[in-house]
């Protein structure tokens, strides 16, 4: 497949993009609109939303999700909030601001058309919100309250305590639900994707595992909508849900969609730290937590093991506001988690020796206890020292928090174009699952806004366009290359289940590519660790197929063959991440090559040579996929160094 | 640190119309640390590594917010600890040579598929019905030309913190999901933005409730007592007195189009 990198991105001035292009593209008639079918994978943010609206403005909605009911996507567990240039604190904030602090906070790696459109419908996006009845917090007055986040110096962010991924999520499953009863949109709950269906170069439509009875069915439709979510469980250990999976967007890459920067990570800086090696996920705290907490380290590798209470404020080190004073401990998310583990590095974490090494720092909220009072603090942050207590067993309100860096979200993602279409025809990407908006580091408070911005305003203009410009002759389930998607997914659980010398479930599998990854390519990456790791993967995968041990028959709920398709997945994922980790001789964002820091330790970009988008394409053998790049141009602002001094 | 030897009295059933029974097995080497489910886990592994069907159960987010997990520990919906999801239960809580007697919510709205799994989708048909306000995407009013007052915001974000897990169903002795639905009407129901489908949404989510073979609330306050997120039984109390005035005061519509 000949493959042509074309942005659709439109040019002139930026402030009217968006304006221009949504006057210029086709629309479907509403008499016409009930004649189409769409497929939607993944009720999230951006799937629960783009299904609402498709099925309100009169399309026929198949809606898919894993999960016993769509309101248990994983959008649900965000806590902070979500970012709107409304400028209600009057703190000179714009959407030209909001703009300008994505742009930069992802390093200069995204595409101004896009995040410039991201800022603009985040207005939109609160309003939607506000009148499906989302409570976000108010002001005595009763208008909207504002917090601030990492990476910005405004408070542009609205939250619902520490629960607004949850409050925003059932909004938009609320509005499924109304389709659902009108029959717009039909619900496909516990069911799985496992390919996609192409039908003369066109996406049109999916296979699908029935995750209580194992039955595998075709649907199609006249497009394909991924709103999957991120991959950043190939790590094992991750912020992600359990059930977060790479299995649709890999099988889109395996069909010629191409992949978009996978080595771009997001390490998270306020996790809890791992306890044990049993640990089958990290969790999040807010990261709302460092608008009053102050991260710091004993000075002295002697008081680590001390009572932290116990250390003077002379021996402690609070190296955030020390290394950087103008955003303190509110630095983003990047720079936090680097600054932390390098601390650690030096000797000087806290917390349990988990295999001779200390990993955490303190997040303090001894200060803030004592200038805004208990009430206050526990009424900002109640729910997530509630949520620390129970996992660690410690009150925050008397001892620091521990904390430190885990893998969080994953910017890379399936390559798009202005439209949110991928490089097969009808197969659109949106929210987590796809690569644009974030760059090489996404802020905080952001991920919620793209994924409603996809779902609710995006994409119910852009899919549009395609159905009224592209000709599609009805297809149906027996179509042979429908039947030849089932048979394949026929054969690969199969495969699964017939191991040559089965010994392992999928998790054990999952824990060792996990090490691999963070080892290699995670928060530091060298060439020589990458080199490694991409000898390390094959192998692993090899033992994968040949070791792989599924115990319950396939025709019922069985949860390790989940898994294991999901590891097998994780497994080729794995590799391209570092071929293109890899390859980029630059550091930037979440992509910190070791080789390329400044004398201070600080990320130095290589823009010459490395200011553009990398495209994979799967050319048939995973370890030497084909590069497109797709050149980032600045006209908007110019890149510059990243500064939070 | 200190670890724990447990014994678990597991109920296996192979699907929805097969019988179940419990089974026994022997978790040892059980860190403190450990989730509940973490501990799970690990029994898991070793059963697939016996060559043997693992324990199914729900989980996804494993961090208490999108109410997939779930299971009834020695009696209690969740386990033990107060407004914890079983997810969040670390073993800490229980003691060294501990029986433990796991079942899946038992309701007759939820039928178990397999094990610990049970089939709540139930509850998305009651939302189905009328939990929602009816707004146009990408037409919305300025949001801060709705203006709510800072203490019902507050009150409506008890309500909506609400994970729908179902515990509230398994601990109640009709099994009703009143406290689910009461949660909901709470939740858009002191909002302005509510107001105007308000008496019909709690009409319809009730009609739904019961249809769905949901038992009735008789007061008994398990349901508050098992919740995760401590949601008040006042809520029912506030959606009874909905549910009066709508079928003394407010005209009936015609099915949500």
Redesign the interface.
């Known amino acids: 497949m000949t493959v042509r990198l074309d942005a659709k991105a439109p040019n002139g001035p930026i402030e009217t993009r968006w304006s221009r292009h949504k006057a210029a593209i086709k629309m479907v008639a509403p008499s016409n609109r009930r004649k189409h079918e769409i497929i939607v994978v993944g009720s999230g943010l951006a799937g629960a939303a783009a299904a609402a609206s498709l099925g309100e403005m009169g399309y026929q909605v198949k809606c898919f999700c894993f999960q016993d009911s769509p309101r248990r996507a994983h959008s649900i567990a965000a806590q902070g909030g979500i970012n709107s240039a409304k400028n209600y604190q009057n703190d000179n904030d714009s959407i030209w601001r909001l703009f300008y602090d994505t742009i930069k906070g992802g390093d200069f790696r995204a595409r101004e058309a896009n995040v410039y459109r991201l800022a603009e419908v985040s207005l939109d996006i609160i309003d939607q919100a506000v009148a499906q009845g989302v409570p976000f917090a108010r002001e005595y007055g009763g208008h909207l309250a504002n917090r601030s986040f990492g990476g910005a110096q405004v408070s542009r962010t609205f939250y619902a305590r520490g629960q607004t991924g949850q409050q925003l999520l059932l909004g938009a499953y609320q509005a499924l639900s109304r389709q659902i009863d009108i029959g717009t949109v039909r619900m496909f709950s516990r069911t799985e994707m496992l390919d996609l269906i192409r039908i003369d170069q066109k996406a049109r439509g999916i296979v699908t595992r029935d995750l209580v009875t194992g039955r595998l069915e075709a649907h199609v439709a006249d497009c394909v909508v991924l709103g999957t979510g991120g991959y950043g469980n190939v790590f094992y250990l991750s912020t992600n849900a359990k059930g977060s999976n790479c299995t649709a967007i890999l099988r889109a890459y395996r069909h010629g969609a191409l992949f978009a920067n996978p080595c771009y990570t997001q390490i998270h800086p306020t996790c809890i730290p791992q306890s044990g090696e049993y640990q089958s996920k990290l969790t999040l705290m807010s990261e709302s937590l460092r608008n009053d907490g102050r991260v710091w380290v004993p000075k002295s590798p002697e008081d680590c093991d001390k009572d932290p209470r116990l250390i003077q404020e002379e021996a402690r080190d609070y190296f955030l506001e020390r290394k950087y004073p103008a955003f303190g401990n509110l630095v983003p998310r990047d720079i936090a988690s680097r600054a932390a583990k390098a601390v650690c590095d030096e000797g000087r974490g806290v917390g349990p020796l988990i295999n001779g090494q200390r990993r955490g720092v303190y997040l303090d909220f001894a200060d803030a206890l004592r200038r805004l009072g208990h009430t206050a603090v526990e009424e900002r942050y109640g729910n997530l020292f509630q949520m620390y207590e129970r996992i660690t067993g410690e009150d925050p309100y008397e001892v620091p928090m521990r904390i430190y860096p885990a893998v969080h979200y994953t910017m890379g993602g399936l390559w798009v174009d202005y439209n949110l279409m991928t490089t097969v025809e009808g197969l659109f990407s949106i929210g987590e699952a796809n690569f644009s908006d974030h760059g090489a580091n996404r802020l905080g408070a952001s991920a919620l806004m793209q994924g409603l911005a996809d779902g609710y305003f995006i994409l119910p203009y852009t899919l549009p366009n395609y159905l009224a410009s592209s000709e599609l002759r009805p297809v149906a389930e027996d179509h042979p290359e429908a039947q030849r998607a089932l048979q394949e997914v026929q054969a690969g659980i199969h495969k699964l289940m017939s191991a040559p010398s089965p010994k392992y479930g999928p998790d054990w599998f999952h824990r060792k590519l996990g090490h691999i990854l963070w080892e290699h390519c995670g928060m530091g990456r060298t060439a020589t660790g990458l080199r490694q790791a991409l000898k390390e993967i094959p192998t692993l995968r090899d033992q994968f197929w040949s070791e792989i041990k599924i115990t319950t028959d396939p025709q019922h709920i069985n949860p390790t063959l989940e898994k294991a398709g999901r590891v097998a997945d994780f497994l080729e994922l794995a590799e391209l991440m570092c071929i293109d980790a890899l390859h980029r001789e630059e550091s930037c964002g979440g992509h910190f090559r070791e080789e390329h820091q400044s004398p201070e330790g600080e990320a130095k970009r290589n823009d010459a040579s490395f200011s553009y988008v990398a495209a994979w394409q799967y050319s048939g053998n995973l370890a030497y996929p084909t590069l497109h790049r797709e050149p980032l141009a600045f006209e908007s602002v110019t890149p510059s160094k990243r500064s939070y001094k | 640190m200190s670890l724990l030897r447990l014994t678990l009295h597991v109920w296996r059933q ?2 929805a119309n097969e019988p179940g029974s419990f089974q026994t097995y022997q978790a040892n080497n059980v ?1 403190e ?3 509940f ?2 501990m799970l ?2 029994v ?2 070793e ?3 016996a ?4 324990i ?1 159960f ?11 997990c779930g299971m009834v520990i020695n009696g209690v919906p969740h386990g033990p600890q107060r407004a ?1 999801t079983t997810c ?1 239960l ?1 073993m ?1 809580h229980f003691t060294d040579g501990q029986e433990l007697w796991i079942e899946p919510w038992r309701a007759r709205a939820f039928p178990v ?2 094990d610990l ?1 049970v ?3 139930a ?2 048909r009651i ?3 009328g ?8 037409s ?5 030309s ?5 203490h019902d ?2 009150s ?2 008890d309500a ?2 609400c ?2 897990c179902g515990a509230c169903v398994a601990a109640c002795p009709n099994a009703s999901a009143h406290l689910f639905v009461a949660a909901k009407v709470g ?2 129901g002191v ?1 302005p ?2 107001q105007p489908e308000r008496h019909d949404r709690v009409r319809r989510m009730l009609i739904q409730h019961d249809a769905e073979v949901f038992g009735n609330c008789t007061n008994h306050g398990e349901c508050e007592a098992a919740c995760p997120k401590e949601i008040s039984v006042n809520w029912i109390a506030r959606m009874n007195r909905d549910f009066l005035k709508a079928n003394l005061i407010a005209p009936k519509l015609p099915k ?2």
């Open positions: 192979a699907s860190n640390h450990m989730s489910l973490e886990d690990v898991n592994e059963l697939i590594e060559g043997q069907d693992p199914a729900e989980h996804d987010c494993r961090e208490g917010i999108c109410g997939a914890t969040q670390h800490r598929l397999k799994v089939d709540r989708s509850f998305d939302i189905d019905a939990g929602f306000i009816s707004v146009r995407t990408g919305a009013p300025e949001a801060n709705t203006r709510v007052p800072k915001a507050e409506s974000m909506a913190s994970i729908g939740h858009l909002l933005q509510g949500n189009t």
